[in-house]
């Protein structure tokens, strides 16, 4: 190594960022920098400040450093870094023209790929990188394809194993049985530790029920919040002592985090300790319950659960599927979710609560009526704000088939995360009709989010994978959805919704029936303005919204489970 690459490198330690760029601008002319020098001071100038232009100035540094060798070491690593920093400046990016340079990237990283040399392109983390402009992309099929070419080639990390089966909820092509059985392969990638470097379980039983909840989501707007707050807003302090367990950055932390804090007896951050770390401090606690809420999905801590944190573990309110984990002992469900013959492909004991498996807390606004838009309009309007990764092929072709046999109706889409809508546009296109569809950009601010119900007659749940916080938050605002039946607990999460909210009339019992319900719906505005006025008038009263008897049933629900 030279004198000069080795006091880049020692800068670079030191993180003086800004005088390695100023060496390599003013020691190097433009052909002495190869791939990895341009490598570095694109690193460099990305780490010295965070702001768009100089993602920008970096990115193209890094398209600059792949391009100049393509096939190297040093060239996959700068395209990983231009994928990379392109997809963190589309998810922080609030102008179109900063998205539109975002896209482009994606595309013409998808293309360089495509043309590297083939035993260059199984490369690891350049795999992950591709895996992560599809989910952009909102690409299911594609996303799915790269995760197992990453396990095909014994790339068995455990968040891709978790992605992967977490994607395959989006599709019709896994069974049960195939959760279960890439969840046991999980298990088996999973590290496990020896019974010696861990605090043994204790089995003396507590004044008070420990409970201990675990999350990296406990902020504003997140789904999770809503639904715990629904436990933790008013508990029996004198019965049950409750830990929160957050595994979550510190720029993800806010008011909501604070006043979740608040609510709890104790709160602990794990975000900074190695598993061994938090499942000794976690097992000294002496829990009696640890129930996590994120399963295969978010920032999780899964492996502490393989582990075993305590005596008593629980999958609630995050996954709605099989870990496939020995150790996660309970799910929480309802009996609307999973059959009897179905238990099997469960690695968890099912537990039914009373009435359903999930209570929403509702929001702060004040709930007013929103009279039907047709009437103004004089035409229907669908919606859905579901994750475009859930708008399967199948729920494109039937929601082409609905809008080209209600003359003039309209769909609105808006994703719940940040997401690219060409692929989609596509496929509406495809169907002949593009036109009716509008899409919406997610929101910045909640509010303006909700009032966009304001502006749909009728929502359509999105299929195999279901939509649970927003077929919620749409009810609140007293707009109907439209659900169909499915064949595991996640895909049933829309049908445990309309039962309990007294509208099985709801529930399609296949594709036809979906499309012939939206249609008479449609079809009969009076008929449907009804429905809006008993939802409106009947939904804070029925287990969706009844924090007070989920509450109570939650707990008699965990005594239960100790006896």
């Given at each position: 190594m030279s004198k000069f690459s080795e006091n880049l490198k020692k800068l670079y330690f030191q993180k003086e960022y800004s005088?390695?760029?100023?060496?390599?601008?003013?020691?190097?002319?433009?052909?002495?920098?190869?791939?990895?020098i341009l490598n570095l001071l694109a690193t460099c100038i990305h780490c010295q400040d965070d702001k768009i232009n100089n993602k920008l100035d970096a990115i193209n540094i890094f398209e600059a450093s792949f391009l100049k060798e393509k096939n190297t070491k040093n060239a996959i690593e700068a395209l990983s870094n231009f994928i990379n920093l392109?997809?963190?400046?589309?998810?922080?990016?609030?102008?179109?023209?900063?998205?539109?340079?975002?896209?482009?990237?994606?595309?013409?990283?998808?293309?360089?790929?495509?043309?590297?040399?083939?035993?260059i392109k199984i490369n690891e983390n350049l795999?992950?990188?591709?895996?992560?402009?599809?989910?952009?992309?909102?690409?299911?099929?594609?996303?799915?394809?790269?995760?197992?070419?990453?396990?095909?080639?014994?790339?068995?990390?455990?968040?891709?194993?978790?992605?992967?089966?977490?994607?395959?909820?989006f599709r019709y092509n896994w069974l049960s049985k195939d959760y279960l059985k890439k969840g046991k392969?999980?298990?088996?990638?999973?590290?496990?530790?020896?019974?010696?470097?861990?605090?043994?379980?204790?089995?003396?039983?507590?004044?008070?029920?420990?409970?201990?909840?675990?999350?990296?989501?406990?902020?504003?707007n997140h789904s999770v919040?809503?639904?715990?707050?629904?436990?933790?807003?008013?508990?029996?302090?004198?019965?049950?002592?409750?830990?929160?367990?957050?595994?979550?950055?510190?720029?993800?932390?806010?008011?909501?985090?604070?006043?979740?804090?608040?609510?709890?007896d104790r709160y602990i951050d794990i975000s900074s300790l190695n598993d061994l770390d938090a499942l000794n401090q976690i097992r000294s606690h002496n829990l009696n319950y640890a129930i996590d809420l994120m399963g295969v999905t978010s920032?999780?801590?899964?492996?502490?659960?393989?582990?075993?944190?305590?005596?008593?573990?629980?999958?609630w309110c995050g996954y709605c599927n099989t870990t496939g984990l020995d150790n996660m002992d309970y799910i929480f469900a309802d009996k609307h979710l999973i059959k009897d013959e179905e238990k099997t492909f469960y690695s968890e004991?099912?537990?039914?609560?009373?009435?359903?498996?999930?209570?929403?807390?509702?929001?702060?606004?004040?709930?007013?009526?929103?009279?039907?838009?047709?009437?103004?309009?004089?035409y229907i309007t669908f919606g859905s704000f579901n994750n475009y990764l859930k708008i399967s092929d199948e729920v494109i072709s039937t929601w082409s088939t609905i809008l080209k046999r209600i003359s003039n109706s309209r769909l609105i889409l808006k994703p719940s995360s940040k997401r690219e809508h060409s692929l989609l546009s596509s496929k509406f296109e495809k169907n002949g009709v593009l036109k009716s569809v509008i899409f919406h950009e997610r929101k910045q601010v909640f509010q303006e989010h909700l009032n966009l119900y304001k502006n749909i007659d009728l929502s359509l749940d999105t299929f195999p994978y279901p939509g649970?916080?927003?077929?919620?938050?749409?009810?609140?605002?007293?707009?109907?959805?439209?659900?169909?039946?499915?064949?595991?607990?996640?895909?049933?999460?829309?049908?445990?919704?309309?039962?309990?909210?007294?509208?099985?009339?709801?529930?399609?019992?296949?594709?036809?029936?979906?499309?012939?319900?939206?249609?008479?719906?449609?079809?009969?505005?009076?008929?449907?303005?009804?429905?809006?006025?008993?939802?409106?008038?009947?939904?804070?009263?029925?287990?969706?919204f009844d924090q007070t008897q989920f509450r109570e049933d939650f707990f008699k629900t965990l005594e239960f489970i100790d006896n």
């Open positions: 005088k390695i760029i100023s060496l390599i601008n003013n020691e190097l002319n433009d052909e002495d920098k190869n791939s990895g392109s997809i963190k400046l589309f998810n922080q990016s609030k102008t179109q023209d900063v998205d539109s340079i975002a896209k482009k990237n994606f595309l013409r990283a998808i293309s360089y790929y495509d043309n590297l040399e083939e035993t795999l992950i990188s591709i895996v992560e402009i599809y989910k952009k992309l909102a690409d299911v099929d594609k996303t799915i394809h790269f995760l197992n070419k990453l396990l095909d080639h014994e790339f068995n990390d455990p968040m891709t194993i978790q992605s992967l089966i977490y994607q395959n909820n392969f999980l298990q088996n990638n999973l590290e496990r530790f020896d019974k010696d470097k861990l605090v043994p379980l204790k089995s003396e039983k507590n004044q008070k029920l420990k409970i201990g909840f675990f999350s990296a989501d406990i902020f504003s919040s809503y639904f715990l707050k629904s436990i933790l807003s008013n508990y029996d302090k004198d019965k049950f002592e409750i830990y929160l367990y957050l595994n979550q950055n510190n720029n993800k932390k806010d008011q909501t985090t604070e006043e979740f804090i608040k609510m709890v920032t999780n801590r899964i492996n502490l659960f393989n582990n075993r944190i305590c005596n008593k573990q629980i999958l004991k099912i537990v039914n609560l009373p009435q359903i498996w999930n209570c929403h807390s509702g929001y702060e606004a004040e709930r007013n009526f929103n009279e039907m838009p047709y009437l103004k309009n004089k649970v916080t927003t077929s919620f938050e749409s009810i609140w605002m007293g707009v109907p959805v439209i659900t169909l039946m499915g064949f595991n607990f996640n895909s049933r999460c829309g049908v445990s919704i309309n039962k309990n909210l007294g509208l099985d009339n709801l529930i399609a019992t296949n594709i036809e029936d979906y499309i012939n319900i939206c249609s008479d719906l449609a079809l009969n505005p009076d008929k449907l303005n009804q429905i809006r006025n008993n939802i409106f008038n009947n939904a804070l009263r029925s287990p969706l």
